[in-house]
């Protein structure tokens, strides 16, 4: 049974940056894609970042240049790097894994952005 558990959320203020991290248990990150996805209040849920397992990485538009998704294969986890954080930003934001694992959701970690 694969299991996704997210952390790094928290307060912080605009322009300021935070690290999402994402541990996998049952299955091997390196060998599936990886994405991150964040759900703003009242918002449909959005993709923010994926990275295959070749290394190939894609960012929404709205995060380019600022956000960076990465993985540790011999930790087995990823992250996703977040600078110049704008108060949009707040959000719940979400691990999944997908590919050679079943399709897997983490429980999520709430960012607010905000002074």
């Known amino acids: 049974q694969v299991q996704l558990v997210e952390s790094g959320g928290g307060l912080v203020q605009p322009g300021g940056s935070l690290r999402l991290s994402c541990v996998a248990s049952?299955?091997?990150?390196?060998?599936?894609?990886m994405a991150w996805y964040r759900q703003a209040p009242g918002k449909q849920r959005e993709l923010v970042a994926v990275?295959?397992?070749?290394?190939?990485?894609n960012y929404a538009d709205s995060v380019k240049g600022r956000f960076t998704i990465s993985r540790d294969n011999a930790k087995n986890m990823g992250y996703l790097q977040m600078n110049s954080l704008k108060p949009e930003g707040r959000a719940v934001y979400y691990c999944?894994?997908?590919?050679?694992?079943?399709?897997?959701w983490g429980q999520g970690t709430q960012v607010t952005v905000s002074s």
């Open positions: 999944r894994l997908f590919g050679d694992a079943p399709d897997s």
């Open positions: 990275i295959n397992s070749g290394g190939y990485t």
């Open positions: 049952g299955t091997i990150v390196a060998i599936n894609s």
